[in-house]
Every structure is written in C-alpha cells, then in structure tokens.
C-alpha cells in the first residue's frame, strides 16, 4: 500500500460512519462519518486537521476547512483534488484567495490542469495531473452473450447493434452528448436498421420530455430508449449487451465512465474538447471527435460498425495507463511520504 494503515485518515462530512463498515476500499477504523452534520464536521477537521502533516481536500467545496487549518498551523500541506467543471470557471474572490493557500492543485487531467493554470493563475508547476483509475473492485469482465432477458426487457434483438450512454441527464447541464448522438443515429438509421441506442442514467423530467422531443422529431421511437438509474450491479451486464460507448461530452473533467466501458472492451468514442482526451490517451484508445459535429460522431460511429475489433480498446495499454497499481504508484510518488494524510471526502 502507498499508505500505511495507521498513516491516513478519511473524513466525509456526508456518509455516515457506518457506512464504512464492509467498505473494501479502506480500513474501517481509519473512517470518520459525520452524516451531514456540517458544523460538527468542520470543528473536528480544524482540530485534527492542524496535527497533520499533510491535508487533501477532495473537493473545492472543502477549502474553507483548509484555509482554517492553514491560519493556525501554516506549515500543514494542503493538497485539492481538482475534478472538472468545478473549477474551471471564475471563483469568487474568497474562494480564490484560499485556493492559492494550496501547496499543490491534483488535477484529474490536463485539461483541467490547464483551466486552473489559466483562470486561477495557479503557477503550473503547483498543479499535477493525477488521472482516475478502474475500480479495483469492479467485476472482472466474464465472456458470455449478450444477456437476452435484458435484451427482451427494452426491447432489442441479439441482431441489432447498441450504442450506449451512461450519464445523468439534466436539463441544466446539457453538455454529454447524447442529443448529437440521436442525431447522428438519424443519418445512420437507413443503412443501418438494427441500430438502438441505450441512454442510461437518472434524468429530470424536462430533459426527459427534451430527448423524446427529438426522438419523436427523427423518428427514432422504437430505437432509442431511456431505462434511468441503473444499479451498480447492473452495470456489467449493460456493457455486456452494448456494442459501443458513444459519449461526445463538452465539458467532462476526465470521464470514469470511458475507461469502464473499454475495461469491458466496448470500443469508445469520446469528445475531443475536454478531458476525455485524456481517458482515451490521446485517441490511442478510442476515437476523438468534434462533440459540436453530427456528421463526424456519426462517421465514427460507422467506423466501429464495419470493423468493431479495429477499434476495440487494447486491454493492456488500459491498464498500464489507468490500472489500481499504476494509480497507487502515481499517488505515492506526489505525495512523497509516509505522513499522516487526512482526507477530507465532500
């Protein structure tokens, strides 16, 4: 392990301590949950928080603690994960002033990284990039056919070929992708009859009314289709009847979600405008497109639907890149010690 067990200590101003119990991602003694009780989880993490050496700060939301801990103990580190969208637009002048109080800003791309360079005028040598990484715990993808209860379930055929999305959609933040993809599926859909396309996740009832808005507009009823939240455990099985993950995003921080669904070996197609470039390396992984252009999401689409396995991600340039130990190695060297860490999780 990078940290020893009794090195670090995890704080959620938001679970419950209970929560950690049967958590396999960290010890259970080393949590602690404050179930919402805000003003009882800010006194305790200025208390401990100025006995640490080092201080990271999951969220910029948290930056007042670190700021408070920081006045009364100026040699602690403070280190802010920095995750997209958060923080790539102007801050008020209070937030601003306490984000320069950071020793160093992890951001989970280069994109972002170069956001907060430009906006903040974060000097770049204080700001890393730390990429996410596949879930250590994940299932292990299995080799079966496509699951034909839940292919009945929406609706689908073993024969046709399914595009996939998994984002939540809201009518407030409608930057994934999925209505250009509707689009492209349009210009597709005479040449290519089987084509469905599976739009999953939670969404608002004005965005819900929006995406039948265009189905009805492209008369694509009975091709696309919006089942909601799905559950963890569900997951695999989506990817396992999915042909493709197609989610040309504007505005994404870095996208777990592409590197889950080409650990489940679905060829991936991603925007090239934000930091999905760095989820796909580059388009060494997958393809890269122009989010704003129907015509070329649908071209790559095609691409995928004459040669699936030219585009198929390469399993082993996934894992070197985004693999649990590869991010274990990442971290440890930024950290640089073996230091009491506190996590302070939003």
């Known amino acids: 392990a990078i940290l020893h067990d009794n090195d670090i200590e995890i704080c959620s101003m938001y679970d419950r301590q ?10 259970s003694e080393n949590f602690h949950g404050f179930g919402i009780n805000k003003i009882g989880f800010i ?22 603690i670190g700021f408070l801990i920081k006045a009364r103990s100026p040699k602690t580190k403070l280190i802010l994960m920095a995750h997209g969208i958060e923080i790539w637009y102007p801050l008020s002048r209070r937030k601003r002033k306490m984000l320069h109080f950071c020793e160093k800003i ?21 700001c890393d990039v730390l990429n996410n990484c596949i879930d250590p715990f994940v299932p292990l993808p299995s080799i079966h056919k496509k699951n034909k209860k839940l292919l009945h379930q929406y609706g689908f055929t073993e024969t046709d070929t399914i595009l996939m999305s998994l984002t939540r959609l809201s009518s407030r933040e409608r930057y994934k992708g999925y209505d250009k993809v ?25 965005e819900k009314d929006f995406i039948d808005g265009l189905i009805l507009q492209y008369g694509l009823q009975n091709q696309v289709v919006m089942p909601g939240y799905i559950e963890e455990e569900e997951l695999e099985d989506h990817f396992g009847i999915s042909d493709m993950y197609v989610m040309p995003s504007r505005k994404e921080g870095f996208g777990i979600v592409f590197i ?4 489940y070996g679905l060829p991936v197609i991603a925007g090239n405008i934000d930091g999905s470039a760095d989820a796909l390396l580059q ?3 997958g393809q890269l497109v122009n989010p704003d252009d129907v015509f070329e999401i649908a071209t790559a689409i ?29 971290l440890e060297g930024l950290i640089h010690s073996d230091h009491i860490v506190e996590m302070a999780d939003f």
């Open 106 to 126: 992890w951001a989970v791309s280069k994109y972002t990284k170069e956001r907060v360079v430009a906006e903040h005028r974060v000097p770049a040598h204080k």
């Open 18 to 27: 209970r929560d950690a119990f049967n958590n396999p991602y960290f010890p």
């Open 302 to 330: 095609e691409n995928v639907l004459k040669n699936r396995m030219a585009f198929s991600p390469e399993r082993d340039l996934l894992t070197a890149h985004f693999g649990y130990e590869v991010y274990k190695q990442k």
């Open 43 to 64: 006194r305790k993490m200025v208390h401990k928080g100025v006995k640490c050496d080092t201080i990271i700060l999951s969220h910029i939301n948290l930056l007042l």
């Open 283 to 285: 388009g060494k992984l």
């Open 260 to 263: 889950e669904a080409m650990y």
């Open 182 to 206: 509707i689009e492209a599926m349009a210009t597709l859909q005479p040449k290519y009859p089987g084509l469905k396309y599976l739009i999953a996740g939670s969404y608002d009832t004005r």
